[in-house]
């Protein structure tokens, strides 16, 4: 079993950054690669970034390349999200997710965090 905490969201102004981060726990060294997704009201859940734990090979969804980068602390086995140039279609209740099994990309996700609000005002 892997455990997934998502830090807080938060408020934040259209052009502004927030960074999210996720702590992993458990079985931290059966973890293949982590992601972040969204879901905004109303929408299905949309992938938005992976990293690859062993070796950091990093896929973005096209609406967030250029303005987000997914990052991985080995030691602290903590995956984040830095998001800049927020804009209002950002707003969303963002998940971390792992995956265990060492297929893809696209990476199959086993776990998945408790999700936290992201909303961003015009």
């Known amino acids: 079993q892997v455990q997934l905490v998502e830090?807080?969201?938060g408020l934040v102004q259209a052009g502004g950054s927030l960074r999210l981060s996720c702590a992993a726990s458990g079985r931290t060294f059966s973890r293949y690669a982590m992601?972040?997704?969204?879901q905004a009201p109303g929408k299905e859940?949309?992938?938005v970034a992976a990293i690859r734990w062993s070796g950091g090979s990093t896929?973005?969804?096209?609406s967030v390349k250029g303005?987000?980068?997914i990052s991985r602390?080995?030691?602290n086995n903590t995956v984040y999200l830095q998001?800049?140039?927020l804009k209002p279609e950002d707003?969303?209740?963002?998940y971390c997710a792992a995956a265990v099994r060492r297929v893809g990309p696209p990476y199959q996700y086993d776990y998945w965090g408790q999700g936290t609000q992201v909303t961003v005002s015009s």
């Open 35 to 38: 992601a972040w997704f969204r």
């Open 91 to 94: 707003t969303a209740v963002y």
């Open 73 to 75: 602390h080995n030691a």
């Open 7 to 9: 830090s807080a969201g």
């Open 59 to 62: 896929y973005y969804a096209d």
């Open 83 to 85: 998001m800049n140039s």
């Open 45 to 47: 859940r949309e992938f």
């Open 67 to 69: 303005r987000f980068t």
